[in-house]
C-alpha cells in the first residue's frame, strides 16, 4: 500500500520561508516522479512543482526562482523549499506520486496522493 505523509507545513509572514516535505512508502519511491500540487480556498488544484526520477525538474511560472524541489532517494523523502513567499501561496499543499518516471504537470499522470498540509502566508 503506497502513503505519502507530507510535513512542515505552517503559517509565515510575506517574504518569508517555509519548507515541506513527504515521505513516501510502499513503492520504490527512485523509480517515479513525484509532484507538488497546491489548493486554494474555493479554487482548483493546482500544479506547483515536479521532479522526474532523474532529478529534472519542472515549475509552474508563478514559482519559478523562488521554490526549489529536490529529492533523496535513500530516505524516499522529496521536498519543497519555498522563499519569498507571498499571501497568493496560501493553500494546502498536496505531495503526489508519479504513474511514470516522467515529472508531469498534469494531476492524472498521479497515482497516489498524500493528506495535505496546510501553508498560510500573512500580508
Known amino acids: 500500500q503506497v502513503q505519502l505523509v507530507e510535513s512542515g507545513g505552517g503559517l509565515v509572514q510575506a517574504g518569508g520561508s517555509l519548507s515541506v516535505s513527504c515521505a513516501a512508502s510502499?513503492?520504490?519511491?527512485?523509480?517515479?516522479?513525484m509532484g507538488w500540487f497546491r489548493q486554494a480556498p474555493g479554487k482548483e488544484r493546482e500544479f506547483v512543482a515536479a521532479i522526474s526520477w532523474s532529478s529534472g525538474t519542472l515549475y509552474v511560472d508563478s514559482v519559478k526562482g523562488r521554490f526549489t524541489i529536490s529529492r533523496d532517494n535513500a530516505k524516499n523523502t522529496v521536498y519543497l523549499q519555498m522563499n519569498s513567499l507571498k499571501p497568493e501561496d496560501t493553500g494546502v499543499y498536496y505531495c503526489?506520486?508519479?504513474?511514470?518516471?516522467?515529472?508531469?504537470?498534469?494531476?492524472?499522470?498521479?497515482?497516489?496522493w498524500g493528506q495535505g498540509t496546510q501553508v498560510t502566508v500573512s500580508s
Open positions: 510502499g513503492r520504490t519511491f527512485s523509480s517515479y516522479a
Open positions: 503526489a506520486s508519479g504513474r511514470t518516471h516522467i515529472a508531469t504537470r498534469t494531476p492524472s499522470d498521479y497515482a497516489y
